[in-house]
């Protein structure tokens, strides 16, 4: 499998990428400049924030729900118009949104995090039908939310305790129904789990910050294969393409020596395998 730069320009801390199925368009993150990115036939575009931005989800052909650090809110693609969905975290400044994705029943995912990787300062919540609820708290860095296919499991992890988890979710409307699992444990590794996406098999893709890779594992947790790439600082993948066969992946820069030529850029690869659709954010 070649890794491909898809987006040359360097991110300090790329993230959240998502492809929107309607629109067959890739966007994604850079948490610290403050940015959504995209990249079309027409060439690269951005827009700016006045606050850390870091995850999405479709509502419709032109809208995304995005994640910052004091707030859930829609966004107008065309226009830049704005509207809050509700607060997040909106009292405390020391913390921002990370990793967040819509869930198959029109819920979305949006974890937390001290702005300085404060120990225990963030926290996993759900928003679904006009209700957060905080599901997990004294979260260090959430990371790697996603589902199964078969919609029974959530995936997460805490990226400084380095244990990919897997949480039983009610058929009816998705809400946690057991204690979660440990599925992977990298506690021992000398590289942290980062984002993560499910392809169609069930399998997890997860991006493993310092370690220079994407690494597959079975639903059961065992390991299937990595892929490597030119720069340690891998953060999310996402699925895309008109196929869903493309597998994209964004990387950071923020500490990194300013010699390494690829780091902060956004990649693709043919991965052999395909993703699922992503879910629809339903207001």
């Known amino acids: 499998m070649t890794v491909s730069v898809y987006d040359n320009r360097t991110c300090r801390l790329g993230e959240g990428p998502l492809w929107h199925p309607g629109r067959g368009q890739l966007f994604w993150f850079d948490i610290l400049g403050k940015q959504l990115l995209t990249q ?29 650090e004091t707030r859930l809110f829609s966004f107008r693609l065309g226009d830049g118009r704005q509207e809050t969905v509700c607060a997040l975290e909106s009292d405390d400044a020391t ?68 244990r990919i988890m897997s949480q039983e979710l009610r058929p009816d409307d998705g809400w946690p129904d057991a204690e979660p699992r440990v599925v992977v444990d990298l ?25 220079s890779r994407l690494a597959r594992y079975s639903p059961d947790g065992g390991f299937d294969r990595a892929i490597e790439f ?21 990387t950071a820069a923020n500490g990194l020596e300013p010699g390494d030529a ?5 990649f693709s690869l043919q991965a052999g395998f395909t993703g699922v659709p992503e879910c629809r954010v339903v207001l």
């Open 40 to 68: 079309t036939a027409d060439g690269p575009s951005c827009w700016e924030f006045g606050e850390h931005v870091s995850a999405a989800g479709w509502i419709d052909l032109d809208t995304l729900l995005i994640a910052s």
């Open 262 to 266: 690829f780091a902060g850029q956004t």
């Open 95 to 162: 913390t921002r949104s990370n990793d967040g994705r819509a869930d198959p029943w029109g819920g979305f995912w949006i974890g937390t995090m001290g702005k300085g990787g404060e120990k225990n300062a963030g926290a996993i919540y759900r928003w679904h039908r006009g209700e957060l609820r905080r599901l997990r708290s004294e979260i260090t860095v959430s990371n790697a939310i996603c589902f199964s296919p078969d919609r029974k499991l959530a995936y997460f992890t805490d990226s400084a305790d380095g």
């Open 230 to 250: 030119p720069t340690p600082q891998v953060s999310c993948p996402a699925f895309g393409g008109p196929d869903l066969s493309t597998l994209y992946a964004t």
């Open 187 to 211: 506690g021992g590794e000398p590289f942290s789990p980062d984002g993560m996406v499910v392809d169609s098999q069930g399998f997890l893709w997860n991006a493993q910050w310092g370690g």
